[in-house]
């Protein structure tokens, strides 16, 4: 059973920084994409950024290129989402996410991957 646990979330004034930790197991973690949606209250749940474990590629959602890093610690089968220069309408839960492509599509998380149980962000003024 794959399961992903998110820890790293909070309450930060804006300009701050974040590091949200995903950490998996029940997968061969350098065979699969890990990363983030996000959803705030009233809004679709958007992709925020995903890796490829395997090549170590990337996608990033335009709101947050250069304010945002995702990482992987292939050894401790982690991925890393670094959130710096945080906006108040980064605010929403996070939620680590895994399949086999990126960018990663919610139909084939929820179809054919995991969620994690999420983390709330908060970004005040």
């Known amino acids: 059973e794959v399961q992903l646990v998110e820890s790293g979330g909070g309450l930060v004034q804006a300009g701050s920084s974040l590091r949200l930790s995903c950490a998996a197991s029940g997968i061969t973690f350098d065979a699969y994409v890990i990363g983030w949606f996000r959803q705030a209250p009233g809004k679709e749940r958007e992709g925020v950024s995903c890796?490829?474990?395997?090549?170590?590629?990337?996608y990033y959602e335009d709101s947050v290129k250069g304010r945002f890093t995702i990482s992987s610690d292939n050894a401790k089968s982690t991925v890393y989402l670094q959130m710096n220069s945080l906006k108040p309408e980064d605010t929403a839960v996070y939620y680590c996410?895994?399949?086999?492509?990126?960018?990663?599509?919610?139909?084939?998380?929820?179809?054919?991957?995991?969620w994690g149980q999420g983390t709330q962000v908060t970004v005040s003024w």
């Open positions: 890796i490829s474990s395997s090549d170590g590629s990337t």
């Open positions: 996410a895994q399949e086999k492509l990126c960018p990663m599509s919610i139909v084939e998380v929820t179809q054919k991957g995991s």
